[in-house]
């Protein structure tokens, strides 16, 4: 998973959403939480999506404190590195 600034991600925005497409998510941290570009698959009917975009808004969430910022940072690495 690729990582960028906002900056980094406005100038090439069009080559992160094709490797959004292709399955390579980037992370932009903004404000302390963080924006994920990823590619979405629609849910096949519109009463599911308006459930999941429900349950979006009711899950617990938590303020990203620089140690989970790094805990996160830390597990996408070590799933990035190819086993050896």
């Known amino acids: 998973m690729k990582t ?4 980094q991600a406005k100038s090439g925005l069009g080559k992160l959403a094709d490797r959004a497409l292709k399955g390579d998510p980037t992370v932009i941290p903004r404000g302390g939480k963080l924006v994920i570009l990823q590619a979405y698959q629609l849910p096949d ?4 999506f308006d459930a999941l975009i429900q ?8 303020l990203l404190t620089r140690k989970v910022l790094k805990d996160i940072w830390q597990r996408g690495l070590s799933q990035a590195r190819p086993a050896r």
Do not use: I, M, V
């Open 45 to 48: 009917h519109h009463d599911e």
């Open 4 to 7: 960028c600034t906002l900056s």
């Open 55 to 62: 349950a979006g808004k009711d899950s617990p969430h938590r």
